[in-house]
């Protein structure tokens, strides 16, 4: 998994790089970003906790933060 993670990685950060250099398109990217990002960590989170790999969620709740806070921080979320 750490090599998906990392390609997922990748992903964000170039539409995150790209969306910043649009500006204005940069907010609503970035909020189709979060949106996409959230469904990912409550179902895989969920299903892990329901299989027993609960574990799991809370590295995928290092992520999530990992994720959330540099965007939060950006600013690009105030109107």
């Given at each position: 998994?750490g090599?998906?993670t990392l390609?997922?990685g990748?992903?964000?950060?170039?539409?995150?790089q790209a969306a910043h250099?649009?500006?204005a398109a940069?907010r609503s990217t970035?909020?189709?970003?979060?949106?996409?990002v959230?469904?990912w960590?409550?179902?895989?989170?969920?299903?892990s906790?329901?299989?027993g790999?609960g574990?799991?969620?809370?590295?995928n709740s290092?992520?999530?933060?990992?994720?959330?806070?540099?965007i939060?921080?950006?600013g690009?979320?105030?109107?």
């Amino acid at each position: 998994m750490g090599a998906v993670t990392l390609g997922w990685g990748l992903t964000l950060m170039t539409t995150i790089q790209a969306a910043h250099q649009l500006g204005a398109a940069g907010r609503s990217t970035s909020v189709g970003l979060i949106v996409s990002v959230l469904a990912w960590f409550v179902i895989d989170s969920s299903l892990s906790v329901a299989t027993g790999f609960g574990l799991n969620a809370v590295s995928n709740s290092i992520l999530l933060a990992g994720f959330l806070l540099p965007i939060v921080r950006s600013g690009v979320l105030r109107s």
